[in-house]
């Protein structure tokens, strides 16, 4: 399971400036981090007492006030004072070039001037936080996918559309066949090492009709190469993905096949897709 | 062929011609979310003089005043202050020497949050974004050789305005200036601080107080003194957009008026010392059209609403700034084209005074070299541009006038929400504003990593390698020195008449009693920000957030 990281944004000192503080929380909360805010004028002493009570994993330190130099240390000196000196720390706000050596050399871990895209923040406190934990691999323990085995693309009419792949782009097809548990018929268009699946529905409750009704004809889905599908679904299971398959079903071409549910995928279907090796060989 | 044949046609071969060349954008938008189409005009919208007035005139969409710049430029009013009160003097002579045509004052954080310079909570933050200033000691050093009668000056201090208003008025009495010859603004605007700036020490109902009674002191002893400065600007820094900054503005104008009637006061005694203070932000049209749409709204507000019957009590009039967190850290130096072109919408919008940003402001506190700049962008835009020469000069344009509309609308609808919320006070107990910003900051903040708003040398066309400019640094000893001033003050007053003033002011916050004569009697018995501000925290309560 992934390690959920604990973060607190903290503002030592007296500015009200906020804005900064607040849209890193919540891009840090969308990154999957656990975050708290101590809101405006906190104290170095009551930040670490927050940091220890809270235990937290990361801090945050926003100043706009120009009283960083003063104030970042004494939150450094305090951690330590508590033997809290493995919580790894960061900064950001206006603070000038020339001050952040100075910082560094006091144990924050990285300044972040104004500008810096949040994602590289939350990238930055992800891996600082494993590399003190010792979580090498990062969070991933898993087999990854080892090709794009095959895009789909729905399509109306295998008739109408065939010609383009085969006589304006040049194109092989390779196969067509009758998917009757996805109630289409696919054609098989061989590029390179990977293949463009043409999926024409056979009935209006195939998923494809369904999918050209709500969407048009275009991109369906991407497949992903893999091996033991049932250990890769279990896998995408405990990451928390949803699976539209539990377990694997017969697909084309003797392949079988599970799809991932686009909500757990950014929106993109996902299907993961084994060939016995026979197959792969006979090819 | 009449005009809608001869418009229809222009779009059916522009149609066609966008099957060729599309637009760059499937979708136009202001930062209000104002659809923008691709030209305006062609239908037929009349904009008569009734609806929009003359310069000078009832709604005053066109200006405030009838000749506006052709009579006087607006002034050019840097806000500066850093370190002590005697570097800060030095700066703003400078200044002065230089063609500014009035003063700023910014004070560091502890005086704003009425700490005395010794307190824990002002460790490494003295004279930092302002100036230090404890007693009326350091209040004189500001302003030394400065002639109060001449030199109007606005000071941005709000939860302790009180007692720096007071200060003021005890350094001119001591030059001999006579309290009617005052001028000046203090912000004063607490309501923007729960929403956005975060400099407040006590909760809304005894803040309220606060404000009303420097609205009945100086209407009787200070009678050309702004006595607020309701501020957009903080709310559009902390990540609003144009109509938001707008109407919670306005909105919070409406409060202050409400508490003034409920504490007895007239409304056409104090409504014409209300002033305003907006940013200038990118989008240039949607921020002429923000102007425009606020002194028509708050006229209207004024007389329709309120039955105010003096015309200076309908007139909006404003300060403007340029949107310090439009800069950019990356090539600063582009940052003067922006301050140039925010300046701009400013003038055109017909604001009253005007500060322009210095290049450096994301990297540090300006430098003379950089303050001097924004100043002169100014000077450019006064003297050489020819835009000062003719009231108003983008009025009738079919775009400037559809934006000055929409936003007036989408304000009002804001407005109105608040309203049945129960007004702005409760509002922003209630985190309305807070939570309205934050969503719009996090959503532009999307934008701009997603690409979607181009920031010029942030997120596109950036350059390895930037140099570091020179920054300015604030004497980092001031802090201690600061502390042994107060100390040596402490030694030699009269500490007797300290103590008894600060009793009485206990008594007064305790009662109904206006509390400006006090504070103005502890200020000149050397009683210290920390000290005031400290009674009024034990009578009061502190505010700490929603």
């Given at each position: 399971m992934k390690k959920t990281i604990r973060v607190l944004i903290a503002k030592p000192g007296?500015?009200?400036?906020?804005r900064g503080a607040l849209v890193v929380s919540q891009a840090l909360r969308d990154y999957g981090m656990e975050v708290i805010y101590t809101g405006l004028r906190q104290a170095p002493e009551q930040i670490a007492a927050a940091a220890v009570q809270e235990d937290v994993d990361a801090i945050g330190l926003s100043c706009l006030s120009g009283a960083h130099n003063e104030l970042f240390p004494e939150v450094m000196r305090l951690l330590h004072e508590k033997g809290a000196d493995d919580i790894i720390v960061v900064g950001g706000g206006v603070?000038?070039?020339?001050?952040i050596p100075f910082l560094e050399s006091k144990g924050i871990q990285k300044v972040f001037t104004p500008g810096t895209p949040t994602i590289e923040t939350a990238k930055f406190i992800e891996q600082a936080v494993y590399k003190r934990d010792g979580?090498?691999?990062?969070v991933f323990s898993g087999v990854a996918p080892e090709r794009i085995d095959h895009i789909g693309i729905a399509v109306k009419s295998l008739d109408e559309a065939l010609p383009f792949y085969?006589?304006?782009?040049?194109?092989?097809?390779?196969a067509i066949e009758e998917v009757p548990s996805q109630k289409v018929k696919v054609a098989f268009i061989k590029i390179g090492e990977t293949r463009l699946e043409l999926l024409e529905a056979?009935?209006?409750?195939s998923p494809v009709a369904q999918f050209i009704e709500k969407r048009g004809q275009g991109v369906h889905h991407v497949a992903l190469g893999v091996t033991n599908i049932q250990d890769r679904i279990d896998e995408m299971k405990s990451n928390g993905i949803k699976m539209i398959h539990d377990a694997a079903v017969p697909g084309a071409g003797g392949a079988s096949v599970a799809f991932m549910h686009p909500s757990s995928t950014h929106k993109v279907l996902f299907e993961l897709c084994e060939k016995t090796k026979s197959k792969e060989e006979a090819k | 062929m009449d005009k809608q044949q001869r418009i229809k046609e222009w779009q059916e071969k522009t149609a066609r011609s966008m099957n060729r060349f599309p637009e760059r954008k499937e979708r136009f938008h202001t930062s209000s979310d104002i659809e923008v189409e691709?030209?305006?005009?062609?239908?037929?919208?009349h904009y008569p003089m009734e609806f929009l007035?003359?310069?000078?005139?009832?709604?005053?969409t066109r200006g405030s005043q009838s000749t506006m710049y052709r009579a006087r430029f607006w002034t050019m009013r840097q806000y500066a202050g850093f370190g002590s009160a005697e570097e800060t003097n030095k700066r703003f002579r400078y200044l002065l020497d230089q063609g500014q045509t009035g003063l700023s004052v910014a004070f560091d954080l502890p005086t704003q949050i009425g700490y005395?310079?010794?307190?824990?909570?002002s460790r490494g933050e003295v004279g930092k974004v302002g100036v230090a200033i404890d007693s009326i000691e350091d209040m004189e050093a500001l302003l030394k050789d400065i002639p109060l009668d001449k030199v109007s000056t606005s000071m941005t201090i709000n939860a302790p305005a009180s007692v720096l208003l007071a200060m003021y008025i005890a350094v001119a009495e001591k030059q001999g200036?006579?309290?009617?010859k005052l001028s000046g603004t203090i912000q004063n605007d607490i309501l923007k601080e729960y929403i956005a700036r975060g400099t407040y020490i006590f909760p809304p109902k005894p803040s309220m107080r606060l404000i009303t009674d420097i609205f009945g002191y100086c209407q009787e002893?200070?009678?050309?003194?702004?006595?607020?400065?309701?501020?957009?600007y903080h709310i559009r820094e902390a990540g609003a957009n144009a109509a938001q900054e707008l109407a919670f503005t306005i909105a919070n104008g409406l409060a202050y008026v409400d508490a003034a009637i409920e504490a007895g006061l007239n409304i056409d005694d104090f409504a014409p010392r209300l002033a305003f203070f907006f940013n200038a932000h990118n989008q240039f049209f949607e921020e002429v059209a923000k102007f425009r749409a606020a002194r028509r709204m708050w006229a209207k507000l004024m007389k329709?609403?309120?039955?105010?019957?003096?015309p200076k009590s309908w007139q909006l009039r404003f300060h403007t700034q340029t949107g310090?967190?439009?800069?950019?850290?990356?090539?600063?130096?582009?940052n003067i084209v922006r301050v140039t072109t925010q300046a701009l919408s400013a003038v055109l919008g017909g604001t009253q005074s005007l500060h322009t940003n210095s290049r450096d402001e994301a990297l540090a506190l300006p430098t003379e070299d950089s303050a001097r700049i924004a100043l002169r962008t100014q000077q450019i835009l006064a003297h050489?541009?020819?835009?000062?020469?003719?009231?108003?000069?983008?009025?009738?344009s079919y775009y400037v006038e559809h934006l000055t509309d929409e936003l007036e609308r989408k304000a009002n609808e804001y407005i109105e929400k608040i309203n049945v919320m129960g007004g702005a006070v409760a509002a922003v107990e209630q985190g309305y504003m807070q939570r309205e910003i934050h969503h719009t900051s996090y959503e532009t903040q999307k934008k701009i990593e997603s690409g979607q708003e181009i920031i010029v040398g942030m997120n596109k066309f950036t350059i390895e390698n930037e140099p570091q400019p020179e920054l300015l640094r604030v004497d980092p000893t001031l802090g201690e020195k600061q502390k042994e001033k107060l100390q040596a003050l402490k030694a030699k007053r009269d500490q007797n008449r300290v103590s008894a003033q600060l009793e009485s002011l206990r008594a007064a916050a305790k009662g109904k009693d206006n509390l400006m004569p006090i504070i103005v009697e502890c200020v000149k018995s050397y009683c210290t920000i920390g000290e005031i501000c400290g009674v009024l925290r034990e009578e009061f309560g502190e505010y700490t957030g929603v």
């Open positions: 007296l500015d009200g400036h906020d603070i000038p070039w020339e001050d979580i090498t691999e990062n085969v006589n304006v782009l040049g194109l092989t097809l390779e056979l009935t209006a409750e | 691709r030209l305006y005009g062609t239908e037929e919208e007035g003359l310069p000078g005139e009832y709604p005053y005395d310079s010794d307190h824990s909570m200036v006579a309290t009617e002893n200070v009678p050309k003194w702004n006595t607020i400065s309701i501020s957009g329709e609403h309120y039955g105010a019957k003096n310090g967190s439009t800069l950019t850290a990356q090539q600063p130096d582009n050489e541009t020819g835009v000062a020469d003719t009231v108003d000069p983008l009025a009738g």
